[in-house]
């Protein structure tokens, strides 16, 4: 398998897909903190680097559903997988050779940009506030969830043998989930009660009333399967990565490591029995 | 013309892809009512039922580019494109008969929405009212159709130059979604209040407003809303935003620059598919 490995780095580095994410990602890891800096002269305010250098995970559901859809779906179009069986390697070796490589294409993509977006928030935001306990447990977590949502793109690949198809379905996922985290996020955001009424009197005083609840506020159930699903899903991991507010690191941690080894094993199980026309 | 339009809605209709973007815009018509409906019942207010019927242009912009991308690039690697033009069939023919077919699979796929959008509402809210005057609406709905067409050219003339369909889906879907996403945050940015009223703190932590206005720092002045307004009235993603969320505030302005992208993307898909060497 360290052959397949290695012949996938040297396919790595000239694939076209990899450097226009890489140079994106970088892109975005100068842009953010910049744009970052100059709305904090207009707004008169301090923004520190804890919310910017982890921000690479919700992009990188998008950067790597287009790096990994477009890199393995060469293997099939030009036949190299039928030419490595045919030279004696196994499923399983082809397969994992390919999580390998897309795993690591991914985090090199995540430090795409967090290398940037840490020197230049340094530079020009300040020190970080947050402690150094919350930085790596977030990092760490940030970098299962790169892995989790790999994962599930290699199994799309690997077992969609139409490219454009493949590139569809991976790039589908991720605006489905934006769609869900948004909904997940606003409802889990509702606030218990509404302010109540503001109101003027003829003397100019104001009279508020007494709060009342919030019919949207989520309870009970419902509450805790949108807690789960906030915990669960990779684009609301992302986000809360990004924003450095993870409020179950156990379940998140759990949730990424549960998504990788289903992908892995569904992958590899159904992998073995395609037909490779 | 005829005979590559009547091959195309042959092969379209037993395409599984087509049907199952008919299935989403279908369940995009749906899920735009039900979400609707739900929200204003929390809200105990009414949900008009022009307020998402022209949300089929976000849908286009998401189906179309699959569409084309898939449909149309599928021509390249079957070999078809070429086997058109060794018959006789020019490359402008071609080429119109693809814009063509793209133009009406856009017209199917918002139809289609529609359909399952009215319908859902006369079932769930059928004494739901308009929020707009119909002279307005009607003007919306050819503004609609122009930018279906402005669509349609641009993502054909991507999908007729891309000869990589899997390329071509991605730079389509980034695309479409890069539309929709940039409409919606310069609309965000020029709706932006321009003055927020001054706060003093009060008793109990209650922070009471004091009668005067100060000016929003995060409202855009200047060059930057220029350039915003720019975006918003001369980009896809600005015109396509106008539409679906009822914004348009010069319907005539949307119809012509829609049809000048389209034109403009019509033209350069042109002479770029003459040059292109349809290996």
């Given at each position: 398998?360290?052959k397949?490995v290695?012949?996938?780095?040297?396919?790595?580095?000239?694939?076209?897909?990899?450097?226009?994410?890489?140079?994106?990602?970088?892109?975005?890891?100068?842009?953010?903190?910049?744009?970052?800096?100059?709305?904090?002269?207009?707004?008169?305010?301090?923004?520190?680097?804890?919310?910017?250098?982890?921000?690479y995970?919700?992009?990188?559901?998008?950067?790597?559903?287009?790096?990994?859809?477009?890199?393995?779906?060469?293997?099939?179009?030009?036949?190299?997988?039928?030419?490595?069986?045919?030279?004696?390697?196994?499923?399983?070796?082809?397969?994992?050779?390919?999580w390998?490589?897309?795993?690591?294409?991914?985090?090199l993509?995540?430090?795409?940009?967090?290398?940037?977006?840490?020197?230049?928030?340094?530079?020009l935001l300040?020190?970080?506030?947050?402690?150094?306990?919350?930085?790596?447990?977030?990092?760490l977590?940030s970098?299962l969830?790169?892995?989790?949502?790999?994962?599930?793109?290699?199994?799309?690949?690997?077992?969609?043998?139409?490219?454009?198809?493949?590139?569809?379905?991976?790039?589908?996922?991720?605006?489905?989930?934006?769609?869900?985290?948004?909904?997940?996020?606003?409802?889990l955001?509702?606030?218990?009660?509404?302010?109540?009424m503001?109101?003027?009197?003829e003397?100019?005083?104001?009279?508020?009333?007494?709060?009342?609840p919030?019919?949207a506020?989520?309870?009970?159930?419902?509450?805790?399967?949108?807690?789960?699903?906030?915990?669960f899903?990779?684009?609301?991991?992302?986000?809360?990565?990004?924003?450095?507010?993870?409020?179950?690191?156990?379940?998140?941690?759990?949730?990424?490591?549960?998504?990788?080894?289903?992908?892995?094993?569904?992958?590899?199980?159904?992998?073995?029995?395609?037909?490779?026309? | 013309?005829?005979?590559?339009?009547?091959?195309?809605?042959?092969?379209?209709?037993?395409?599984?892809?087509?049907?199952?973007?008919t299935?989403?815009?279908a369940?995009?018509?749906?899920?735009?009512?039900?979400?609707?409906?739900e929200?204003c019942?929390?809200?105990?207010a009414?949900?008009?039922?022009?307020?998402?019927?022209?949300?089929?242009?976000?849908i286009?912009?998401i189906?179309?580019?699959?569409f084309?991308?898939?449909?149309?690039?599928?021509?390249?690697?079957c070999?078809?494109?070429?086997?058109?033009?060794?018959?006789?069939h020019?490359?402008?023919?071609?080429?119109?008969?693809?814009?063509l077919?793209?133009?009406?699979?856009?017209?199917?796929?918002?139809?289609?929405y529609?359909?399952c959008?009215?319908?859902?509402?006369?079932?769930?809210?059928?004494?739901?009212?308009?929020?707009?005057?119909?002279?307005?609406?009607?003007?919306?709905?050819?503004?609609?159709?122009?930018?279906?067409?402005?669509?349609?050219?641009?993502?054909?003339a991507?999908?007729?130059?891309?000869q990589?369909?899997?390329?071509?889906?991605t730079?389509?879907?980034?695309?479409?979604?890069?539309?929709?996403?940039?409409?919606?945050?310069?609309?965000l940015?020029?709706?932006?209040?321009?003055?927020?009223?001054?706060?003093?703190?009060?008793t109990?932590?209650?922070?009471?407003?004091?009668?005067?206005?100060?000016?929003?720092?995060?409202?855009?002045?200047?060059?930057?809303?220029?350039a915003?307004?720019?975006?918003?009235?001369?980009?896809?993603?600005g015109?396509?935003?106008?539409?679906?969320?009822?914004?348009?505030?010069?319907?005539?302005?949307?119809?012509?620059?829609a049809?000048v992208?389209?034109?403009?993307?019509?033209?350069?898909?042109?002479?770029?598919?003459?040059?292109?060497?349809?290996?």
């Amino acid at each position: 398998m360290n052959k397949l490995v290695f012949a996938g780095f040297a396919r790595l580095k000239k694939d076209l897909a990899f450097w226009v994410c890489f140079w994106g990602m970088a892109a975005l890891g100068v842009y953010l903190p910049v744009a970052q800096y100059f709305d904090s002269l207009r707004y008169n305010t301090v923004f520190a680097p804890d919310d910017l250098v982890f921000n690479y995970t919700p992009f990188i559901c998008i950067a790597a559903a287009v790096f990994i859809s477009l890199y393995l779906g060469i293997d099939y179009s030009d036949g190299t997988i039928r030419n490595k069986m045919m030279v004696g390697r196994t499923r399983n070796e082809i397969y994992m050779s390919n999580w390998v490589v897309c795993v690591i294409g991914t985090l090199l993509l995540c430090l795409a940009f967090a290398v940037p977006a840490t020197v230049i928030s340094l530079f020009l935001l300040g020190a970080a506030k947050a402690p150094a306990m919350a930085f790596l447990t977030t990092a760490l977590l940030s970098i299962l969830v790169a892995v989790a949502v790999t994962s599930i793109y290699v199994l799309v690949s690997m077992l969609c043998p139409n490219k454009a198809v493949a590139s569809t379905i991976c790039l589908i996922i991720p605006m489905v989930l934006f769609v869900a985290a948004t909904v997940i996020n606003g409802a889990l955001m509702e606030p218990p009660t509404n302010e109540g009424m503001v109101t003027f009197t003829e003397n100019g005083m104001e009279i508020a009333d007494d709060s009342v609840p919030n019919p949207a506020y989520l309870t009970g159930i419902k509450r805790a399967v949108y807690e789960f699903l906030n915990d669960f899903l990779p684009v609301n991991q992302a986000i809360q990565c990004a924003g450095m507010g993870i409020t179950n690191p156990l379940r998140f941690a759990l949730c990424d490591l549960g998504i990788s080894l289903a992908s892995i094993f569904a992958g590899l199980g159904l992998f073995a029995r395609k037909d490779l026309k | 013309m005829g005979n590559i339009l009547r091959a195309w809605a042959r092969s379209i209709c037993r395409d599984w892809l087509f049907w199952a973007e008919t299935a989403f815009a279908a369940w995009g018509g749906g899920f735009m009512v039900l979400n609707g409906v739900e929200a204003c019942r929390e809200k105990n207010a009414a949900f008009p039922w022009d307020s998402g019927a022209f949300n089929c242009l976000m849908i286009a912009s998401i189906v179309l580019p699959v569409f084309c991308s898939i449909t149309l690039g599928r021509e390249y690697g079957c070999g078809g494109m070429r086997n058109k033009t060794a018959v006789g069939h020019g490359r402008g023919r071609v080429y119109f008969s693809a814009l063509l077919v793209s133009f009406m699979a856009a017209l199917w796929f918002a139809g289609v929405y529609l359909l399952c959008y009215l319908g859902l509402f006369l079932a769930l809210a059928p004494e739901a009212e308009m929020s707009r005057e119909p002279g307005y609406l009607l003007a919306l709905a050819v503004c609609s159709l122009i930018v279906l067409l402005a669509l349609a050219a641009f993502f054909t003339a991507l999908a007729m130059l891309i000869q990589s369909q899997a390329w071509g889906v991605t730079i389509g879907l980034a695309a479409g979604f890069l539309f929709v996403i940039a409409g919606w945050f310069v609309s965000l940015l020029l709706h932006t209040p321009e003055f927020l009223p001054l706060y003093a703190s009060g008793t109990d932590n209650l922070s009471l407003p004091t009668g005067e206005m100060t000016i929003n720092p995060a409202c855009p002045q200047g060059a930057y809303r220029s350039a915003l307004e720019f975006f918003y009235n001369y980009t896809l993603g600005g015109m396509v935003f106008q539409c679906s969320s009822l914004d348009a505030g010069k319907p005539w302005l949307i119809i012509l620059n829609a049809g000048v992208t389209g034109a403009l993307a019509t033209l350069a898909g042109v002479r770029g598919f003459y040059r292109k060497d349809l290996r």
